[in-house]
């Protein structure tokens, strides 16, 4: 059973000194620690990230909270690398959004094991949801959510821009701020062509989401939204409690 879930975004600049001396989304970083902290704080025993990734997969094992994938030097990062406990049946490590979901959860206070997946739109969003909907079961179970809207916000985006971009995340994030029936089914409809078409991340994570919901009802809050680089972010808490 969903018993509460963090929307985080999937950039890296959340942990600091990603971005070097620089720390432009400092606003989106303590709103995703005020969200995930929802997640330790609830008392489930149970936490799964949910991150995108290349392919679909099980990440599994003692994993290090190191950004080194992404070019970052582990001396130059604010938070500590530690490592982490992630139970199940895998062996890769787990890409960097995942590593940022791993982060939060440490620094939010979160001392035990979690499990991890990381999905791809190919997979569908049928199944996506199914995968949803079994992993917050048998046991009260809390997620951590990793994604973010379209990378072609204007001149300034870290892809060319598209100007599809700002209406479709203005429904997306509408919908996610809303969380009921008929905002989920909407999601559960949305373009996954046109999602990958404007580097949308979160698409896949969003559609396990709504699976793992299912018919529970679900209060949501919205914590911060930033297009400020040029890519949708945003931190939103599910909470079915």
Known sequence: MLV??????????????AGGSADPVAGLREAALRAVGEVVASGVRSV???????????????????????????????WPVVEVQVDGVG?????????????LLVRAGWTGAV??????????????????????????????????????????????????????????????????????ARLADDDPALADALAVRGWAPWQVLVGAAGDVPVRARTLATSADLGAQHAVLLWDAR
């Open 115 to 184: 499990r991890m997946v990381e999905v791809t739109p190919e997979r569908g969003a049928r199944d996506l949801a199914a995968l949803g909907s079994a992993l917050v079961e048998p046991e009260p179970t809390g997620l951590v959510v990793v994604g973010s809207g379209s990378g072609r916000h204007g001149p300034d985006a870290p892809l060319a821009d598209d100007p599809r971009a700002p209406d479709h995340d203005a429904r997306v994030l509408a919908d996610l701020a809303d969380a009921g029936p008929a905002a989920r």
């Open 48 to 78: 799964v990230v949910v991150a995108p990734g290349v392919v679909d997969r099980v990440v599994a094992g003692i994993v290090r909270t190191t950004l080194g994938a992404a070019g970052i030097p582990d001396a130059l990062l604010g």
């Open 4 to 17: 509460v879930a963090a929307l985080v975004p999937d950039s890296a600049l959340l942990v600091p000194g």
């Open 91 to 103: 062996s890769d490590g787990p890409s960097v959004p995942g590593v940022v979901a791993l982060h």
